[in-house]
Every structure is written in structure tokens, then in C-alpha cells.
């Protein structure tokens, strides 16, 4: 229930108004606790299933999977030389982390609205439509930064390591090494991509604009390079590079994201 002036009245009266009829029909309030409690337990019982379920999907095309990821890093191989393992479970147990992960993104979508199910409840009905937005907007995100990585960084990187194979030095990476490096190379790129992501719903609540963005390009080029050589896997400049390539062109574009859905100066976001 909000209060608000009431025109004809003096000073400091106030009239009760009605809630929002979205906001009513939440029940904000309504939940003991323990209540909330028992609703996130359930959620949270309904995301494992669903990732249980997502890895004996995947398990079942685990080689194709397995070969996918490894493709990169063998393309960039000598020629006659392999991945190798020491460990007696180490192929195995990568199997096992793979189709783990496989599982968590095929029931992704779902554990996506079992989140949303349990927010919901909480939020005005004009922070709901900005939810949905941000959740699909995260997803293609981490997806574009997953397939740069794949397709781009990643087999740039392992060339540039293979190129220093000689007849002396023989470049024979550790399976488990190779994928430590790939996954690590995927969560960075996947936090990368968010970069448009945040700057679209900061232009859309007016904090940044367009105008800030590119005057302030020349010191957001120098934290490039700062949080590339903080979040790189591997400290040599060329990983730092190929991470700090990315951003820079995602800056770019987030200029002209905000210029689109922003306010063009300062003054405007009033």
C-alpha cells in the first residue's frame, strides 16, 4: 500500500493508494521463513534432477563430446604426437568432468527458471521485465564467449605453444593439463562476453552513456590489459593478448549499445 499527497489538501496529508495488481497478486510477505526455506530446497532438489538427468543424456554421446573439445588442441599437435595420461584414472575421470559439465548445460535453461521461480516472488512487476531480458542476454553472453574460445582463442593459443616443438624439445601436453587450460579459457571468455550484457542495462537505467563510454576509452584500454593479465590461466603475454583483443572490440560495441538504448548525454538521463 503507498501513500501518496492528496492534490487539494494541505501540507503533509497523504492518501492511501491501492498496491500494483502485479504486485499484490506476488504474495510478498506471505512467507513464514521456513517456508522460504523449504520452496529453495525444492528448487534447488529440482536443478540436481535436472542435471542428473542432463548428464546421462550426455554420457551417452561422451565421445563425441570428449572429441569436440579436444579438436582444438589436437589440430595444433606435431604431426605423430598425442595427448598422453599418467594417471591411471585420469582419462577416466575426465570423462566423468565433462559429462558432468555437458549435463549442467543442457539443464541449464531449466535451472535458469527454477531460479526465476524462486526470485519471482520477490521482485515489482517493473524489475520483472528487466529479469527475462537479463537472463537470455547472459545466456547468448556465455555462449558467444564459449564459441570464440573454441573456434578462435584457444587453437590460436595451443598453435603458438606447439610452434616451439623442435627436434629437441618435443611438445607432448598431459590430457588433463590441456582440458584444465580449456575450461579455465572457457569461464573467462564466457565472464568476457558479459561486457555488453552489463552495459545495456546500466545505459537502460541511465548510470552510463555512450558519450562516457568513448571519452573514457584510453583508461578503459589500460584496464583491459589489467584484468586480461589478472584473469588469464596462463601468465605469457600472448594469452594476455588474446584475451585483451576480445574486450577491446566488446568495449567498442558496448559504446554502440549504449548510444542505442541510452541516454546521448549526461544531461538526458535526468
Known sequence: MALVPFPGTQSGAYKELPPDEDDDLLGVGKMSFLEHLDELRK???RSCLAVAVGILVTFAY???IFNFILAPTRK???PGVKLIYTQPGEAFSLYITVALIAGAVVAAPYIMYQVWMFIAPGLYSNEKRMAIPFVLFTTIGFVAGALFNHYISFPFMMAFFASFNTPDLAFMPKLEDVFGLYTKMLIGMGLVFQMPTIVYFLARIKLITARFLAKNFKY???IIFVVAAVITPTGDMMTQA???APMVGLYLLS???AWIVGPKRIG???
Open 255 to 257: 559504446i554502440a549499445i
Open 62 to 64: 561422451i565421445n563425441p
Open 43 to 45: 528448487r534447488i532438489v
Open 76 to 78: 595444433a599437435l606435431p
Open 268 to 270: 538526458d538521463a535526468d
Open 242 to 244: 588474446i584475451f585483451a
Open 220 to 222: 578503459a584500454f589500460l
